[in-house]
């Protein structure tokens, strides 16, 4: 009597069990995110024009930016969002003194089941010459800046990243800058940035010229996908009970 009591106990404690762990829901993962943003840009003016004699009359140079657009778009699969703006110099300006020009690329998205990916990578120009009999000399003010960020929940599958690019370059070799920011979410930083401000300066001879040229990107990426459900807590616990139960049973109705 006592024995089969025992049985039966054990056999509704493994019922009770089995109807607890199929009545408690899976609880799905944590949510997948994963966003980035990427931003670079450029201004020049032009403080001064002077020559031997003072300052430059406007007749007496030629100063002319122009910007285009390399390569942009945006794209993305599933539930997600990517997009892209640009401020280019088009149509190309003729540059007084004080005058300044700007240009900046931004790349942006994110993602919360599947993928985003957008660019906007441009091109500058900016175009000196010495129309005058007299060596002239040519001073500009800039301000460079690059910025990269990124931000994700970690999940599995989640990934993100952003690249911010500024080089300008001269044929003279008076004028080189690069300024890069650079973020990921594996492997970091989850932000990055670089700038600067300040004068640069350079003479030309009579009927002398000198390109300025250079790029200023953006670009990023991100996916994020669902991690696997997992049980709840107390779903495992109760899973372990319910074995526990069933494999008692099993032992005692081996014994008997």
């Known amino acids: 009597m006592y024995?089969?009591?025992?049985?039966?106990?054990?056999?509704?404690?493994?019922?009770?069990?089995?109807?607890?762990?199929?009545?408690?829901?899976?609880?799905?993962?944590?949510?997948?995110?994963?966003?980035?943003?990427?931003?670079?840009?450029?201004?020049?003016?032009?403080?001064?024009?002077?020559?031997?004699?003072?300052?430059?009359?406007?007749?007496?140079?030629?100063?002319?930016?122009?910007?285009?657009?390399?390569?942009?778009?945006?794209?993305?699969?599933?539930?997600?969002?990517?997009?892209?703006?640009?401020?280019?110099?088009?149509?190309?300006?003729?540059?007084?003194?004080?005058?300044?020009?700007?240009?900046?690329?931004?790349?942006?998205?994110?993602?919360?089941l599947g993928s985003a990916e957008s660019l906007s990578w441009t091109d500058f120009s900016l175009f000196v010459e010495n129309l005058s009999p007299d060596v002239l000399n040519f001073n500009?003010?800039?301000?460079?800046?690059?910025?990269?960020?990124?931000?994700?929940?970690?999940?599995d599958g989640d990934d993100a990243s952003a690249f911010a690019l500024v080089d300008i370059l001269d044929d003279e070799g008076f004028v080189d800058f690069v300024l890069e920011a650079s973020a990921g979410l594996l492997f970091g930083p989850l932000s990055d940035s670089d700038g600067g401000t300040g004068t640069f300066s350079f003479d030309l001879a009579a009927g002398g010229q000198n390109f300025i040229t250079g790029l200023i990107d953006a670009d990023g990426f991100a996916s994020a996908t669902a991690g696997p459900t997992v049980p709840a807590p107390a779903t495992v616990a109760l899973l372990g009970i319910g074995i526990a139960a069933i494999g008692v049973q099993r032992r005692r109705r081996g014994a008997a």
């Open 3 to 112: 024995g089969r009591q025992t049985k039966s106990s054990c056999a509704r404690s493994a019922a009770l069990a089995a109807t607890l762990i199929l009545g408690t829901a899976f609880t799905p993962a944590a949510s997948a995110f994963a966003t980035y943003e990427a931003e670079a840009s450029i201004s020049l003016t032009l403080l001064s024009v002077v020559g031997s004699d003072g300052a430059a009359s406007p007749d007496d140079f030629l100063v002319g930016a122009s910007g285009s657009t390399f390569d942009e778009g945006a794209f993305t699969t599933g539930s997600a969002n990517a997009d892209f703006d640009n401020v280019v110099v088009d149509p190309p300006l003729l540059l007084g003194v004080d005058d300044t020009v700007v240009q900046s690329s931004r790349a942006f998205g994110n993602a919360t």
């Open 140 to 155: 500009f003010a800039y301000d460079f800046a690059v910025a990269a960020g990124v931000t994700g929940s970690l999940a």
